[in-house]
């Protein structure tokens, strides 16, 4: 009986360490096929509620559009092709869009004049 009990806690012990693991060492049983994806970690980009209070206004685009954004506390919005999207700040000057994760890149903070979107799908 006491072989039964330490077998599984031998069981119990190993699944636990292997919770501890280095997950970017690929187990040895690990065949050709696998595929080992690292992460980088970014640290969220915190919006200034006077930051977004200068980032307002209407913009042209090359493509003849026009884009208006707006602000609400901290919080970014572009009308875009007649929605309304929040844009998610991820580098001192660049945007997503929550939504369609179009890109928004404006070339100064405050007071842009020139602003770039990429619409290109995910």
Do not use: C, W
Not at 41 to 53: F, I, K, S
């Amino acid at each position: 009986m006491r072989i039964v009990q330490a077998l599984a806690f031998a069981a119990a012990a190993t699944l636990s360490l292997s919770a501890f693991a280095d997950p970017s060492v690929a187990p040895a049983s690990a065949t050709a096929s696998a595929v080992m994806m690292s992460s980088s970690t970014h640290t969220a980009y915190r919006l200034t509620q006077d930051e977004a209070e200068h980032m307002r206004g209407s913009f042209r685009l090359t493509d003849g559009r026009t884009i208006t954004v707006t602000n609400r506390m901290n919080k970014l919005y572009v009308d875009l092709d007649g929605k309304r999207e929040e844009m998610v700040p991820v580098a001192p000057k660049k945007f997503v869009t929550r939504d369609t994760g179009a890109t928004v890149a404006f070339n100064q903070v405050p007071f842009a004049d020139e602003v770039v979107v990429n619409q290109a799908a995910r």
